[in-house]
């Protein structure tokens, strides 16, 4: 059964430092989603990608965030530099399409913890 | 702006004992709504998917039911189990295609 897939699993990093984050959605499918979800609440969506485009990344904090999905496939999300309220589990959705009756289906996550 | 909230935040119960947990959310103009299941420390896992036309949806020991009228869905776990420890989310897709999250309930199934 086809997986999302990201890596690193657990990332641990000092603050001030970059660090980044990468996943390879589902075969084929062309929206691809990066949430954040810190202890103890639900994932808030970060950016929204349809093929390489952003289709949404209102959310993100771009004075030191950064995605990336260059040829519509995988996708990158940087931190840069980070700080200590960005530890978070960090997790990567794909669809096949926009639409509502597509069903999104989530990776392992990355869980980045800051000191 | 959608607001889903899940409570209680934490359940815990003794092994056999039937699992009820709710959500309620404030826009009703949803698509679908959506449970998942989320392991310590691990990504989500999709339990039932009822869409807005639907009142239920059942997968095994697993019943979900949805009010959109009401803004509310309730998760059933039948004869619940250790292994049935988990956090529930629920997440309700709306009108611009966001799905939004509620914070999770913590369930603990004690042997």
């Known amino acids: 059964e086809a997986e999302v897939a990201q890596s690193p699993r657990y990332k641990i990093t000092e603050k001030s430092q970059a660090v980044a984050f990468w996943c390879d959605p589902i075969s084929g499918h062309a929206t691809l989603y990066w949430y954040r979800q810190i202890l103890g609440q639900g994932p808030e969506l970060l950016v929204q990608f349809q093929d390489e485009s952003v289709v949404d990344d209102s959310q993100l904090p771009k004075d030191r965030f950064s995605a990336e999905r260059l040829k519509g496939v995988d996708s990158t999300l940087k931190i840069q530099p980070a700080e200590l309220g960005d530890s978070a589990m960090y997790l990567c959705?794909?669809?096949?399409?926009?639409?509502?009756?597509?069903?999104?289906?989530f990776g392992p996550g990355t869980r980045l913890t800051v000191t | 702006k959608q607001e889903v909230t899940q409570i209680p935040a934490a359940l815990s119960v003794p092994e056999g004992e039937n699992l009820v947990l709710n959500c309620s959310f404030t826009?009703?103009?949803?698509?679908?709504l959506q449970w998942f299941r989320q392991d310590p420390g691990k990504g989500l896992t999709s339990l039932l998917l009822i869409q807005s036309s639907q009142r239920e949806q059942t997968s095994g020991r697993l019943n979900a039911s949805l009010d959109k009228s009401s803004g509310r869905s309730t998760l059933y776990i039948a004869a619940s189990q250790p292994g049935d420890s988990a956090t529930y989310l629920c997440?309700?897709?709306?009108?611009?295609?966001?799905?939004?999250f509620g914070a999770g309930t913590t369930v603990t199934v004690r042997a």
């Open positions: 826009d009703s103009a949803i698509y679908n």
């Open positions: 959705a794909s669809k096949p399409g926009q639409g509502p009756h597509y069903e999104q289906y």
């Open positions: 997440a309700a897709l709306s009108n611009d295609y966001k799905l939004s």
